[in-house]
């Protein structure tokens, strides 16, 4: 018997170390913008985040699942299956494509919080980033980021994931303001 307590005990600290070593999971869900159009992935704010995170000591793991032309509407079709069990934090870009493709403001603004009730019932932190960002971010289309555009936007989002850190899974995080 007291070997057996020993062993359960045992099992149990090296179950919570390796949950304690696992690195954070974070999934970047948006259109064109997130999946790095003109700068590629490497060079889109998914990827500048995680460098950022790794800079602080902080073993992140930034998916990026960004989708050219993609509405909130298809984000919302796609969010269970682009966000794998074991995410911690999802970081919703939910872009102008709705605007661009005559999707209606109050449309969006469902999607955008029918995506975000989905996540957090199953206790993931979730940040909406839908700023303004000024125009000296914007490429010659003024639609995709410039590579400091991307930059500005990891460096926006890390003071956020670096707050969701400690927080209880539903707790209401910070986000930009909706449009």
Wanted: no cysteine; aromatic share 6%; charged share 20%.
């Amino acid at each position: 018997m007291p070997r057996a307590i020993i062993f359960a005990v045992m099992v149990f600290l090296s179950a919570m170390t390796a949950a304690a070593a696992a690195p954070l999971r974070i999934v970047a869900i948006g259109a064109s913008n997130t999946q790095g159009w003109y700068v590629g992935n490497q060079g889109a704010y998914p990827a500048k985040l995680q460098a950022l995170l790794k800079a602080k000591g902080i073993d992140a793991q930034v998916i990026n699942a960004g989708v050219p032309f993609d509405t909130t509407a298809g984000m919302l079709r796609r969010i269970d299956r682009d966000v794998p069990t074991g995410t911690n934090i999802v970081i919703l870009q939910p872009g102008a494509n709705d605007r661009r493709f005559l999707g209606t403001k109050e449309q969006r603004a469902a999607n955008i919080a029918t995506m975000e009730r989905r996540l957090r019932n199953r206790s993931i932190n979730v940040i909406v980033y839908d700023e303004e960002i000024p125009l000296r971010y914007y490429t010659f289309d003024f639609i995709h980021l410039t590579g400091e555009g991307h930059a500005a936007i990891a460096a926006t989002l890390l003071p956020r994931i670096m707050a969701t850190i400690n927080r209880r899974p539903n707790a209401a995080l910070p986000s930009g303001k909706a449009r």
